[in-house]
Structure formats: structure tokens, C-alpha cells
């Protein structure tokens, strides 16, 4: 084996084994299938990746294909979401599809099968259906209706067809083998009744193909040459393969499934079911809450294409499934935004520090870097006066020698400014400290050059000036489930694991230079980690998203 072919994935690996035996880099042509059923996630993620991924390796054309089937459950904005994250992601289609495209002619393919006694109209209960279909050990029963004649076949999904029977009393079905060691097999069910309006096609047909009749048939339309899906769908791809036996034409593209590990992210649930409950109860608000895992959600939160993009590249294609540490997609967003955000200060839990030996009145404009990852970042002012905010925990009255930052009789440097010291401190009636009050040495501002300015202190702390602060609404997000699988426990529920502290708003003050700042742009604040102008922004009131704090808080409670 080459070393190009060992730092193959078992997909690309599949790809080139058929470029070898029979197939020409101009029939390669893959898909990705959303069900326009709720927002993508970051499971969605490694499929657009693969799929988009292949098609920029070999060139090939990639399409964008909606698996519309389902009007009870799909909606036009589910559609626009998916387009918005798919292209937020770097890609670009070739062509939009659409399974609704097709239903004529799925349906007329129906009816050919009908003609050749490959299918026909059943009109049981779901419950009697679901009793002859047996058990994995047991092969099913025919239904009693499997030897209907054609021309009784034809005429009630003609009926079904058009709207004349109420939903759940008739349904077509392939027949195929009852007793099939593969229950997928046992005459499955190819067309149900729905008296409701699509969002493309609206009131046109009161019958929708199933997804297994749907979903390899498309494949062929569209001449897919490889159809990836997660592994849940192995046990489809006989069924498939029946599906597209009864209308492939060999001098067409016979497209192939083959599967490939469903990711799951610890610390939150990937059923869009699920995440669809977190959004009707209340728990999250919508779809693009910043604590959800959509593509959306991460977005809104402050991470980058680049980020996730990383992110599944580095867990890579896998045949089994296997539970992934949200730490690991938290790394590949720090790693990102340590290179390409601007350093910033903001202060989350102020408290008041007053210089009593500077100049009252006074604001002095000092130099600060915008980024020591990037040189061509370049500097921006930032006002200094008599009267600051620092963090609460960055003062205490006393400690060890271990504690680094201000306390009393002890110095610590402002970050581009001076050198203080605290004196004293004030206290209200509960013996909370309220205010520090320090001294300054003129001469040690930062990058002056002067002897005292040069001088080594343990301490470094960020601040803002409060005369300048900017007001800022701060979100402060967490994970949003305490358990790190919670939707796997059979004796408990996954809501039960909710994490109450998954959000937590409190009131911010930031430099000046921050008042602009648009929906999107990211920034790291010094010392506690990095956030984004959230969109409920408006001109009187900042609003900021915690992406990720600088380290990993939960590896230190672990």
C-alpha cells in the first residue's frame, strides 16, 4: 500500500478503489441529503464536510438535496437555515434539489411497479401490519391483501392519490420477502396518505413516498455515484439496492451506499428530535441558542467555519460511533481565535479602584497591542484615569504568597499602564470591599524605557476606566447538560440532566474602543476568554457571548 492511500479515510479509500475498477472521475457526483426538519448540528457538520470534502478532491459536483417528504414536520425555514450553515461552512453546491422534484416521477415508478406485482395497496391497521411483520428471530405473514389484483392495486392508489381516503387507512407497500431475515425487507411501506400542504408543492399530492423509496431513487435521478449515510442506515442499503434493482438502466450511474460512523458531541443531545423538545419546552431560545450544538447556535456563539471545519478533521471518519468531549471542539475554537481575534479588556465583576495620587480630572490615552499573534494587528488607545474597575477576585486584603494579583501593602502592574500599589480599602455595612484605594509610580509606565518602568512584578491585571466603560449585557455560557452522555441512561430522561448554570447574565463594563463593535466580530478579553457581539445587540445596549473561556474549567472539575 502507497503512502498516499494509507493516509486515506475508508471512504476516500472506497472512492479510489472504484476509480480503478470501472468508474471515471467524471461520474463521480455526491450529495448531501438534510431533511428540512429542524436546524443542522454539529453532527451535520462531518457529513457536509466528507460530502463537500470529496467533491473538492476529485473535482467533482457536489449537490444539495432536500429529503422534503414529510409536510407534517418540514418548513421553509428549516430550508433557508440549512442553505444559510451549509455556505457559512465554505461550500458551494452544484445544484439545488429537492425530493419533491421527483414525486411525479417516483410516483409513475410506483405504478410500473404495481404492473409488474412488485407492490400493492394495504389497507390494515398499522397495528396488524406491525404484527405480521414479525420478530427478528420469526419471519412475518403475508398480509392479507398482498394478492390483490393489479387492477385493484391500481385503482385504490389512484384513490389514495387522489385524497379520496383519510389518512392511515391505506398505504403501498413493495412486496418483497416476508420472510427476510432483514425486517426492513418485509414488504415495507412505500407511499402513505397526508392530507397536508407541502411547503413547495402545497396541496398537489395527498400521498408521500417514504424515505428508503425516496432516497436511493433520487440518488439515481440525479446520478449520485456514492451515497454516504451514518451507519444507522446499513441495514437500508439492501433495500436500497432492491429499490434501484426495478428501475436502473446500465448505461446510466448506478449509485452506491456505503456508511460511515454518526459523531456524538458529550454534554448535549444530536437527535434534532431532541433538540427540536429543548426548543417547544422553553429550555433553549430557538434553534440558534448559543448553548445548542446546530451550526447555528455555534455560530451565534462565536465560533469560526475554520474552527469546526478543524474540528472534524481532526475526529475524522470512523466506522464505529463513538462519544467525542465537547473539550476537544472547545480546543479547536481557542486555537482559532488566539490567532485571529483582537486583545480587548472588560471587566465582568467590578469593583472600584481609585488612584488617589493621580491627577483628578485627568485621562491619559495609553498605547495597547491589539494582537501578539498577528504584527500587522497594530495598537489602539485606551483611556486611563484616577478611577478604574478591576475584578473582584483580583483583591484581597490578604493572602499567601501564592496569590499573584493586588493585595494590600502589595504592587501589580495595569496592563499598558503603571505600576500600583494598594493603601487601603473600603467596606459596606456586610463587610464587602466596595473600593481599593492605591498609589501609582509615575515613572513606570509600560514601554517608556525608564529604569522603574522596567522593573518585575509578579502581578498583571486588565481594567477599564469607568469614566470611558461601556455598559455591556454579558452571557455567560455553559454547557447545557451536566452529564456527559445524557440521552443514554434508560432509567432517567435526558431533560433530567439540564444544566441550571448553562446561562447566567450579568452586567459588563468594556473599553471604549468596544462601542462599535457589530453582530459577529469576536474578541479575546484579556485574562478570561473569548466572546461575541451577539445580534440582539442594539445601538444602547452591547450584548456579548461567552464562545470559551481561556482554559478548560470542567477538565479542572473533573
Known sequence: MSETSKSLNFIEQIVEEDLVNGYTKDELRFRFPPEPNGYLHIGHASSICLNFGLGLRYDAPVNLRFDDTNPAKEEQEFVDAIKKDVEWLGFKWDTERYASDYFQQLYDWAIELIKKGKAYVDNQSSEDMAIQKGTPTEPG?????????????????EKMKNGDFKEGTHVLRAKIDMASSNMLMRDPIMYRILHKAHHRTNTDWCI?????????????????????CTL?????????????????????????????ARRNLSHTVVSKRKLAQLVEQGVVNGWDDPRMPTISGLRRRGYTPDSIRNFVDTIGIAKRDNLIDVSLLEFNIREDLNKT???????????????????????????????????????????????????????????????????????????????????????????????????????SKSGSGTEESLRKVKG??????????????????????????????????????INPDSLTVITGYVEPALKDAKPGDRFQFQRIGYFCVDPDTTADNLVFNRTVGLRDSWAKIK
Open 141 to 157: 405473514t403475508d398480509s392479507p391483501n398482498r394478492n390483490r389484483s393489479i387492477e385493484e392495486n391500481l385503482e385504490l392508489f
Open 232 to 260: 444507522e442506515f446499513a441495514m437500508h442499503r439492501e433495500l436500497y439496492n432492491w429499490f434501484l434493482d426495478q428501475v436502473y438502466d446500465p448505461k446510466k450511474v448506478r449509485p452506491k451506499q456505503r456508511e460511515f
Open 208 to 228: 408521500y413516498p417514504m424515505y428508503d423509496w425516496t432516497h436511493g431513487e433520487s440518488d439515481y435521478i440525479e446520478q449520485v455515484s456514492h451515497s454516504f
Open 341 to 443: 481575534t483582537h486583545r480587548v479588556m472588560g471587566v465582568l465583576n467590578p469593583l472600584k479602584l481609585v488612584i488617589t495620587n493621580y491627577p483628578e480630572g485627568e485621562t491619559e490615552w495609553l498605547e495597547a497591542e491589539n494582537s501578539p499573534e498577528d504584527e500587522n494587528a497594530g495598537t489602539r488607545q485606551v483611556p486611563f484615569s484616577r478611577e478604574l474597575y478591576i475584578e473582584q477576585e483580583d483583591f484581597r486584603e490578604a493572602a499567601n504568597k501564592k496569590f499573584f494579583r493586588l493585595k494590600l501593602g502589595h504592587e501589580v502592574r495595569l496592563k499598558n499602564g503603571y505600576i500600583i500599589k494598594a493603601e487601603s480599602c473600603t467596606k459596606d455595612t456586610d463587610g464587602n470591599i466596595t473600593e481599593v484605594q492605591c498609589t501609582y509610580d509615575p515613572k
Open 460 to 497: 498583571t491585571l486588565h481594567w477599564v476606566s469607568i469614566e470611558h466603560a461601556v455598559k455591556t449585557e454579558i452571557r455567560l455560557y455553559d454547557r447545557l447538560f451536566t452529564d456527559e452522555s445524557p440521552d443514554t441512561h434508560k432509567d432517567k430522561d435526558f431533560m433530567d440532566f
